[in-house]
């Protein structure tokens, strides 16, 4: 799951007070009561930039992108020919509607960039890779006022996937859990190191250091609030529907034509969804990855891992199920999972 750190990223962070062991571990820290900072380097950035860029994207992924703007991000679906998800890169766009941006996992990037730079044939569009831009995500107790902790991000809102972009940062507001608030702070690496320089300077003198981790932890936070990532595993796996992009707002009947869509549809005005997404706990941690299968009774393949997130004695994942299985007996590689509820109908 932990992508290798940069050595030269890795070192900046260590010159701010991260410790390298805590940031390569594959485990989740729990400690929503503290402010925490999430490596990211699991992620890169993509601008998609030109005249034609809003108009290119709207006719190549499942959610409607004329509501991405410079305030409000939204998770979208890129879907093959057949309407399988292959990436659900989070889409963000800058003020003057010059450049959006999408946040994709770094083993899907290069597939991604390349398959849709085949489609923008006359459109006035350039597609980029930010090599040397950084993500980090942030963590916030729920239960504490740090709205003055907030303001040096720039301009903070109490609402999810919101976004803004300051003098030297584009943050993006993700869905958060009942104990923590969740930021994504990315941008030119040297900003975002000056950004958490100024957060750990914002700090009261007597709150504790912020705790480091890596992508472990935003991933089990990604589980809580239901949202999935697709990586290289699941890849083609899924139609939108079966990861729950519906109630996310990530998936748009009425947007218009984009590849996959006509089979998108039907499965939702035609078709009976006989596979659903849905969490699960597990009291150890398990030896499970993306793709792996979920037991339901005498089914061994009654689910599909799409997430996972370990911590030291604990897991979560979120799977794809078939909605016919027994839901009392699931289980993985012996151990048995139990269902969480999901936050959203």
Not at 118 to 133: G, Q
Not at 194 to 222: I, N, R
Not at 234 to 260: A, H, I, R, W
Not at 289 to 303: H, K, R, T
């Given at each position: 799951?932990?992508?290798?750190?940069?050595?030269?990223?890795?070192?900046?962070?260590?010159?701010?007070?991260?410790?390298?062991?805590?940031?390569?571990?594959?485990?989740?820290?729990?400690?929503?009561?503290?402010?925490?900072?999430?490596?990211?380097?699991?992620?890169?950035?993509?601008?998609?930039?030109?005249?034609?860029?809003?108009?290119?994207?709207?006719?190549?992924?499942?959610?409607?992108?004329?509501?991405?703007?410079?305030?409000?991000?939204?998770?979208?679906?890129?879907?093959?020919?057949?309407?399988?998800?292959?990436?659900?890169?989070?889409?963000l766009g800058k003020a003057d509607g010059s450049a959006?941006?999408?946040?994709?996992?770094?083993?899907?990037?290069?597939?991604?960039?390349?398959?849709?730079?085949?489609?923008?044939?006359?459109?006035?569009?350039?597609i980029t890779i930010e090599e040397d831009w950084a993500?980090?995500?942030?963590?916030?107790?729920?239960?504490?006022?740090?709205?003055?902790?907030?303001?040096?991000?720039?301009?903070?809102?109490?609402?999810?996937?919101?976004?803004?972009?300051?003098?030297?940062?584009?943050?993006?507001?993700?869905?958060?859990?009942?104990?923590?608030?969740?930021?994504?702070?990315?941008?030119?690496?040297?900003?975002?190191?000056?950004?958490?320089?100024?957060?750990?300077?914002?700090?009261?003198?007597?709150?504790?250091?912020?705790?480091?981790?890596?992508?472990?932890?935003?991933?089990?936070?990604?589980?809580?609030?239901?949202?999935?990532?697709?990586?290289?595993?699941?890849?083609?796996?899924?139609?939108?529907?079966?990861?729950?992009?519906?109630?996310?707002?990530?998936?748009?009947?009425?947007?218009?034509?984009?590849?996959?869509?006509?089979?998108?549809?039907?499965?939702q005005y035609l078709g009976k969804l006989k596979r659903?997404?849905?969490?699960?706990?597990?009291?150890?941690?398990?030896?499970?990855?993306?793709?792996?299968?979920?037991?339901?009774?005498?089914?061994?393949?009654?689910?599909?891992?799409?997430?996972?997130?370990?911590?030291?004695?604990?897991?979560?994942?979120?799977?794809?199920?078939?909605?016919?299985?027994?839901?009392?007996?699931?289980?993985?590689?012996?151990?048995?999972?139990?269902?969480?509820?999901?936050?959203?109908?």
């Amino acid at each position: 799951m932990n992508q290798p750190i940069n050595p030269l990223w890795l070192d900046q962070l260590k010159s701010i007070g991260a410790d390298a062991a805590q940031l390569e571990s594959d485990r989740a820290v729990l400690q929503p009561e503290s402010i925490q900072f999430m490596d990211r380097s699991d992620l890169c950035v993509v601008s998609i930039r030109g005249a034609d860029a809003g108009k290119f994207l709207q006719s190549q992924t499942c959610n409607d992108h004329a509501n991405v703007s410079a305030d409000k991000a939204q998770l979208d679906g890129y879907c093959s020919p057949k309407g399988r998800l292959l990436a659900l890169p989070w889409v963000l766009g800058k003020a003057d509607g010059s450049a959006y941006y999408w946040l994709l996992p770094k083993d899907l990037v290069d597939a991604a960039v390349k398959r849709l730079t085949m489609f923008v044939l006359r459109d006035d569009v350039s597609i980029t890779i930010e090599e040397d831009w950084a993500v980090m995500g942030l963590g916030f107790p729920a239960n504490k006022d740090v709205t003055g902790l907030e303001a040096w991000l720039g301009a903070p809102s109490a609402e999810p996937l919101s976004a803004w972009e300051s003098n030297a940062h584009i943050v993006l507001k993700a869905r958060s859990s009942s104990e923590q608030v969740r930021t994504l702070l990315f941008g030119p690496a040297d900003a975002i190191i000056a950004s958490l320089k100024s957060c750990q300077e914002a700090l009261p003198e007597d709150a504790a250091k912020p705790v480091w981790s890596g992508a472990a932890s935003w991933l089990w936070g990604d589980i809580e609030a239901g949202v999935p990532n697709i990586v290289a595993a699941t890849q083609d796996s899924f139609v939108p529907q079966m990861v729950n992009l519906e109630p996310l707002q990530g998936l748009s009947f009425t947007k218009g034509c984009y590849p996959g869509q006509e089979i998108v549809a039907r499965m939702q005005y035609l078709g009976k969804l006989k596979r659903t997404m849905v969490r699960f706990n597990a009291d150890a941690a398990l030896t499970l990855a993306p793709g792996d299968s979920i037991s339901a009774a005498e089914d061994e393949n009654a689910g599909e891992v799409v997430s996972v997130a370990l911590s030291d004695n604990a897991s979560t994942c979120l799977a794809v199920i078939k909605t016919s299985a027994d839901q009392s007996t699931f289980s993985a590689n012996g151990v048995s999972l139990t269902v969480q509820a999901l936050p959203y109908t």
